[in-house]
């Protein structure tokens, strides 16, 4: 999850409620952009995946 920067971020002080907010998107955009390529192909293609 990290290596594609699609983990959450999170915000936390000490033993506080955990806030999760969008993906941090630090990470190989590259590899993030392959990733979303085959998930709108994916989507897009007829039948069963």
């Known amino acids: 999850m990290s290596y594609f920067g699609l983990n959450p971020r999170v915000r936390q002080s000490g033993l506080g409620i955990a806030e999760?907010?969008?993906i941090s998107k630090h990470?190989?955009?590259h590899a993030r952009a392959v990733l979303a390529e085959a998930a709108w192909a994916a989507a897009k293609a007829p039948g069963p995946l």
Do not use: A
């Open 27 to 29: 990470g190989r955009f």
């Open 20 to 22: 999760y907010g969008r």
